[in-house]
């Protein structure tokens, strides 16, 4: 008999993203009750998050990361300390690679995102980086998850999926199914082998994070506008 595979959602925000609202206990609720077996949070430019997550169910959370660099930004798993915003690509990466990270680069094709790559940028980068994030549910032109995917395989690069969810409704929108794993080193052996079950978010969960970003000084909370099925 073959052992099941995990679940996991590779991309998500908490509360400690500017936009984001998603409480560390919904997110840890909704994710029991999705059946989502791993979940890396990566907050913006913050391991904080994460880390109190993690408190609450040290199986289901690993530590992650997204750092906005000088050009993109890069996302990252098994993170241990905070690796700040505004560094260079590889200058990240180098520190990243000092703490033992599994390290991706997010949405690489997207031109809506602010600080989006450009083809040199990541060509440069793509020896040095784990994978390339191949499908993000809110990309909302279908077409930058497509170009992700085809830039990994030509450059032999696996691919990671998340849901980049700012909302708890948006977590497991896109998961990767893996073989047990613990670690960067074994999630680095597994990784090529993810299969990924996605669906793309609907345009409007946008507002998600354009609400937090509007009214998180004002004490709003948008899990309390849209609470998740």
Known sequence: MKPSLLQIDFHTHTIFSKDSLTSLE????????????????TDHNTVA??????????ELIILGEEIMT???EILAA???????PGLSPKETI????GQGAFISVSHPFDALRSGHWTLEDLLEIAPL???????NARCMWPGSNRKAAQFAQEYNLPG????????ALELGSALMLLPQFDGSDELR???????IQARLSPWWVHFASRYASSHKRMGHCWDDVVRPP
């Open 160 to 167: 990671t999926a998340g849901s980049d969810a700012h909302a």
């Open 189 to 195: 052996a597994v990784i090529g082998g993810a299969k």
């Open 26 to 41: 919904r997110l840890v609720q909704t994710c029991r009750r999705r059946g989502i077996d791993r979940l890396v949070v």
């Open 129 to 135: 980086v784990d994978a390339i994030e191949v499908f």
């Open 94 to 97: 180098k520190r990243l690679r």
């Open 49 to 58: 998050g994460a880390r109190e997550a993690q408190e609450l169910d040290p």
């Open 78 to 84: 098994y993170v241990t300390e905070d690796v700040p």
């Open 70 to 72: 000088t050009r993109g």
